[in-house]
């Protein structure tokens, strides 16, 4: 049975999505992301993103890189981000950092919102190495934003990865 709601200071009904109550919004300084980003990219759940972006965290901090890692897309799951963490990443977060329990049914500007969000956090660093995590479906719709982010990168810094669930053909 439901008993009230969580209030801020003014009286007004906190929800985790609002900004700043979980995490921090950090502004755009006009200088972009200069981290190098590892973009895994799996079909489904279960096909092995985590396992696969926990070995790249694992490489890179063993070689002395310092690796961030982020999750973009799915359900909130601390087991995903913490072998990301495990495996030498820090600081790690997802979405859920920023109040969505699950992507799912998000539309795609709350999506790209999300990776922009965790990006200004998280990828601001040139000599950091950013491990993100992210599902398949709707990579054909990605805006500008996030494809220049990744064709800028491409050859040089970001390493796209695939993770195929087992019988699958892509």
């Known amino acids: 049975r439901l008993k009230g709601y969580v209030c801020d200071r003014e009286g007004m009904v906190v929800n ?8 921090n919004p950090v502004a755009d300084n006009g200088k ?13 759940m279960n096909s092995g ?6 070995a790249c965290c694992w490489a890179l901090s063993t070689m002395g890189h310092p690796v961030r890692g982020a999750k973009i897309t799915g359900t909130a799951s601390l ?32 999506l790209l919102e999300i990776f922009q969000a965790l990006a200004r956090r998280h990828a601001r660093n040139s ?3 950013w491990v993100v995590s992210r599902t398949l479906p ?3 719709q990605w805006t500008p934003i996030v494809r220049l982010r990744i064709s800028h990168y491409l050859g040089a810094y970001t390493i796209v990865l ?8 892509r």
């Open 32 to 44: 972009g992301f200069s981290a190098r980003m590892i973009l895994n990219i799996g079909t489904t």
């Open 79 to 110: 087991k995903d981000i913490l072998l990301m963490e495990d495996n030498g990443a820090h600081p790690v977060a997802d979405f859920s950092h920023l109040g969505y329990p699950s992507t799912y049914l998000l539309e795609l500007p709350e």
């Open 127 to 129: 000599r950091d190495y």
């Open 49 to 54: 993103k985590s396992s696969t972006a926990a």
């Open 138 to 140: 709707e990579c054909a």
């Open 16 to 23: 985790t999505r609002c900004p700043g109550v979980l995490l």
């Open 162 to 169: 695939f993770s195929l669930r087992p019988g699958s053909r």
